[in-house]
Antibody, heavy 121, light 109 residues
Framework: EVQLAESGGGLVQPGGSLRLSCAAS????????MSWVRQAPGKGLEWVANIWQDGNEKNYVDSVKGRFTISRDNAMNSLYLQMNSLRAEDTAVYYC??????????????WGQGTMVTVSS | EIVLTQSPGTLSLSPGERATLSCRAS???????LAWYQQKPGQAPRLLIY???SRATGIPDRFSGSGSGTDFTLTIAGLEPEDFAVYYC??????????FGQGTKLEIK
């Protein structure tokens, strides 16, 4: 059974840092693009970042460039999101997501349950 | 930057009726890489349609997608009680790499 399990969310002050993790199981993690998608309370979905299978290419939405870093450890079947200089507007549920199709970056049919990040003083 | 605009914002229908949801892109969607998702409260999104018109695995055939270029439609033929949810469209390929529409809430009339 495919599983994506996020962890690491919590309450952090503006300007602070947090590292999210996503543990993958049930599929060959190293062959799949991986993304982080977030959803602010009561709002819609926003893609945050993605990373190629080998970790050599990474893409970010403009609002997090220079502050967030996506990474992966294929040996540990894990995806990460290092979030620095956090702002109130980063408050959201963060999902890791991917496609079950190999070499398929176009959409997401695998999702975790999400982890909540709250940026507040 | 490509912007996806969904309409209507809220759609009120009764079980058994047909739902038609629209997603309009501010520029042509690359290779029609347009997907539709369903999201229920407290749950992660669920992929319904990919490549504008292909049903994802396990999705009932009452869900169908159509369109190309800048205009896309999700149709739900014969609404079931479990279909009342929020629906999002999503594109791949233009800056930003992925973007979502703002969502259409399908509610019971």
């Amino acid at each position: 059974e495919v599983q994506l399990a996020e962890s690491g969310g919590g309450l952090v002050q503006p300007g602070g840092s947090l590292r999210l993790s996503c543990a993958a199981s049930g599929f060959t993690f190293s062959r799949h693009w991986m993304s982080w998608v977030r959803q602010a309370p009561g709002k819609g979905l926003e893609w945050v970042a993605n990373i190629w299978q080998d970790g050599n290419e990474k893409n970010y939405v403009d609002s997090v460039k220079g502050r967030f870093t996506i990474s992966r450890d294929n040996a540990m079947n894990s995806l990460y999101l290092q979030m620095n200089s956090l702002r109130a507007e980063d408050t959201a549920v963060y999902y890791c997501a991917s496609s079950s199709k190999l070499w398929w970056p176009y959409d997401f049919d695998m999702w975790g349950q999400g982890t909540m990040v709250t940026v507040s003083s | 930057e490509i912007v996806l605009t969904q309409s209507p914002g809220t759609l009120s229908l009764s079980p058994g009726e047909r739902a038609t949801l629209s997603c309009r892109a501010s520029q042509s969607v690359s290779n029609n890489y347009l997907a539709w998702y369903q999201q229920k409260p407290g749950q992660a999104p669920r992929l319904l349609i990919y490549d504008a018109s292909s049903r994802a695995t396990g999705i009932p055939d009452r869900f169908s997608g159509s369109g190309s270029g800048t205009d896309f439609t999700l149709t739900i033929a014969g609404l079931e009680p479990e279909d009342f949810a929020v629906y999002y469209c999503q594109q791949y390929g233009s800056s930003p790499l992925y973007s979502f529409g703002q969502g259409t809430k399908l509610e019971i009339k």
